[in-house]
């Protein structure tokens, strides 16, 4: 078990729309979510953490009225990119821990492709 | 400061030619250290989580081995299809999140 899902898996738009990114968790419950934007031939850089019912903690330098993010269940995140532009396009991850484990292993998602044309 | 450097950068081995690559970390409270495996275009893939100095985990052709500088990830005779970036992180007890290392990409050629 483990398996965390990305919807979207990639996805193409204009500049100045929003695109929702979601991130389940299949066959857990998670705890906290995480949420990881990643350049080529660059390592993951975290964006912010949530937690179920609660706001997102943001990364220094993320703007949080850009990317919003909801946490709304268990098994549940998503990402919104609002009023996206060409600088935006990346690839973007998430991961979540489990509630059942404890522990700090986190599990990522396939990720998706975000382009803004 | 918390950091992570995995070495080499890049590594080419041949069918069957056993190596290892290199985590070193510097971080105030290991919560944990983390082994994943990515792929072009796919998030990683967990392979292993070591917590204390001297432990050790196997899986297939991959060991995982932790000091308290660094860990080892050992492929014995590896094969093509473990042609991948393989990423350490470390989980600080100060913040709780992860921090990742720049990668070591391997290539196995047959």
């Known amino acids: 078990g483990a398996v965390v899902s990305q919807h979207p898996s990639w996805v193409i738009c204009k500049s100045g729309t929003s695109v929702k990114i979601e991130c389940r968790s299949l066959?857990?419950?998670?705890?906290?979510m995480f949420w990881y934007r990643q350049f080529p031939k660059q390592s993951l850089m975290l964006m912010a953490t949530?937690?179920?019912?609660?706001?997102?903690?943001?990364e220094q330098g993320v703007e949080k009225d850009k990317f919003l993010i909801n946490h709304a269940s268990l098994t549940l995140s998503t990402l919104t990119v609002t009023s996206a532009h060409p600088e935006d396009s990346s690839f973007y991850i998430c991961?979540?821990?489990?509630?059942?484990?404890?522990?700090?292993?986190?599990?990522f998602g396939p990720g998706t492709r975000l382009t803004v044309l | 400061e918390d950091q992570v450097t995995q070495s080499p950068e890049a590594l080419r081995l041949q069918e069957g030619e056993s190596s290892s690559l290199n985590c070193s970390y510097t971080?105030?409270?290991?919560?944990?250290l983390f082994w994943y495996r990515q792929d072009p275009g796919k998030g990683p893939e967990f392979l292993f989580t070591?917590?204390?100095a001297g432990e050790e985990k196997e899986k297939e052709r991959l060991k995982a081995t932790l000091t308290k500088k660094e860990s080892f990830l050992h492929i014995t005779a590896p094969k093509p299809e473990d042609s991948a970036t393989y990423l350490c992180?470390?989980?600080?007890?100060?913040?709780?999140?992860?921090?990742f290392g720049q990668g070591t990409t391997l290539q196995v050629k047959p």
């Open positions: 971080v105030s409270g290991l919560r944990g």
């Open positions: 949530s937690n179920e019912g609660s706001k997102a903690t943001y």
């Open positions: 992180a470390v989980c600080s007890s100060n913040t709780g999140k992860l921090i």
């Open positions: 070591l917590y204390s």
């Open positions: 991961s979540a821990r489990r509630a059942d484990l404890g522990g700090d292993t986190q599990y």
């Open positions: 066959d857990f419950q998670a705890t906290t």
